[in-house]
């Protein structure tokens, strides 16, 4: 069994999506043993997309929410439908023991998805951290430093709409 947690960024280019949701299914498709399970936090993006590519390999998805309020205070109303649907689709659905979604709840559920992790996918452009925590990059270096083997999902093409 292969068990990947993914991280990576949430404003994705419209033009960048379709490469990384390809990419990831080929990174998916090296990985995948018969066994294969996928751990996310479904945030919009890079996350959903690998979630979606691990139940299109026919893996199992566990799903990392940070906090309780999550649903309702962070998921968009463009993103609800696919973030109500990837956890319906979930073998296990983990809520982290936070009442609010703040950066204590978002490095919480990133601890879990290393925890769990075999491999980390990280939809990520390369920038250095930010400094304020929880972010791609640190999720990047945390797991390289636990000794997680990382694989960097950003194709040509790929960008940040911000």
């Known amino acids: 069994m292969t068990t990947i947690a993914v991280t990576g960024h949430m404003d994705l280019t419209e033009a960048g999506i379709p490469l990384v949701r390809e990419a990831l299914a080929e990174l998916i498709k090296r990985h995948a043993d018969g066994s294969l399970v996928g751990v996310s936090c479904i945030a919009k993006c890079s996350d959903s997309l690998f979630a979606e590519a691990v139940l299109a390999a026919g893996g199992r998805l566990v799903v990392v929410i940070p906090s309780r309020d999550y649903r309702q205070r962070k998921v968009k109303p463009d993103h609800a439908p696919l973030f109500d649907r990837l956890v319906e689709a979930a073998d296990e ?20 998805l290393q925890e769990r992790a075999d491999r980390l996918a990280a939809v990520w452009n390369a920038e250095p951290p930010t400094g304020k925590g929880g972010g791609s990059a640190d999720v990047v270096f945390e797991a390289r430093e636990a000794g997680v083997p990382v694989d960097v999902v950003w194709p040509d093409g790929a960008a940040r709409a911000n």
């Open 93 to 112: 659905v983990l809520v982290m023991d936070h009442e609010t979604a703040d950066r204590r709840a978002y490095e919480t559920a990133n601890a879990v």
